[in-house]
């Protein structure tokens, strides 16, 4: 049975409680981050508290832990729950006012509401679908413009998640005004000849902390990097094509709407670039 933090508590999972008025759960009024374990150890720490900040920010939300208090946290489940491989999920909402209300609580009296709990996932890193690839079809965005926040708004990614399985698929990329924003839960990327093309940071797309690693990687192996929009026709005429996210790192993408990339086996660049990520990564994980 798994040990989970709720509010300064550390309860088994079958104890653990939040309230019905709890905005996260009435208004989708919260924030989430979710942070990968490799050998025990936190990876990119750091990026996913300063993500997490932001995003209380543009909601107006008192962050009310430290990165500090925060990582003693995360290690601490880490441990009770002994995770080699697998992920920290944490979710902050605007917390639960006495009564449901468009109106935001005062912050006086009502506090955020805390839940962190761990996933194990043995085999995580050497996951047999980064030697296959995963096929992916493309589908309509129809999110709200601040896709920046990572909001626990995620009906949408979620529906469009099982399109992708009801069209015999793995996932979608989503497409607004003719261009590819992001993945359902990850960034997108396309190569053509030697240059890695994904879309730039904006409100349109949440700011990866896999992407802000893997591009930098990408200079320092001096690979080229275009940050600019692609449509989805050129996603399907790519020599490569692949996906980064905190728990899948850098995936390749073997097939879109049914068209096979290349030959249809992982290429050369998403296969060196999820290598050096997982090496990096590992060396500077806390
Ligand atoms: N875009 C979306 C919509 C996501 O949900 C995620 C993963 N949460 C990402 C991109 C990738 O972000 P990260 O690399 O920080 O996991």
């Not at 880490?78 to 944490?90: K, P, Q, T, W």
């Not at 902050?92 to 194990?120: C, H, K, M, N, Y």
Request: aromatic share 6%.
């Amino acid at each position: 049975m798994r040990t989970v933090y709720v509010n300064g508590d550390y309860q088994s999972e079958t104890e653990a409680k939040v309230s019905v008025f709890d905005r996260g759960f009435l208004m989708a009024d919260g924030v989430y981050e979710v942070t990968s374990v490799l050998g025990g150890k936190l990876i990119d720490f750091d990026g996913h508290v300063a993500r997490l900040e932001r995003s209380l920010g543009a909601l107006d939300i008192a962050n009310p832990l430290s990165r500090d208090a925060l990582l003693g946290i995360h290690r601490e489940l880490v441990a009770r729950n002994a995770i080699d491989e697998g992920l920290v999920y944490l979710q902050i909402t605007r917390g639960a006012p006495a009564d449901r209300d468009f109106v935001f609580p005062d912050p006086e009296t009502t506090s955020p509401t805390v839940v962190l709990f761990t996933q194990s996932k043995p085999g995580l890193a050497d996951n047999p679908a980064a030697k296959t690839g995963i096929r992916i079809i493309g589908i309509d965005d129809i999110r709200w413009g601040r896709r920046d926040i990572k909001t626990v708004q995620l009906l949408y990614p979620s529906m469009g998640k099982m399109m992708a399985k009801r069209a015999g698929a793995d996932d979608a990329w989503m497409v607004e005004d003719g261009f590819v924003t992001e993945g359902t839960s990850n960034n997108a990327y396309i190569v053509q000849g030697d240059r890695i093309v994904t879309r730039p940071l904006s409100s349109d797309i949440l700011s990866g902390i896999t992407r802000a690693a893997v591009l930098r990687f990408a200079g320092e192996a001096r690979m080229e990097v275009d940050e600019r929009p692609f449509t989805l026709d050129e996603a399907k005429a790519a020599d490569e094509a692949f996906i980064t996210s905190a728990s899948t790192f850098v995936m390749p993408v073997v097939e879109i709407d049914g068209i096979a990339l290349g030959d249809g086996s992982p290429g050369p660049v998403a296969t060196r670039l999820r290598e050096i990520y997982l090496e990096e990564s590992r060396k500077a994980a806390i």
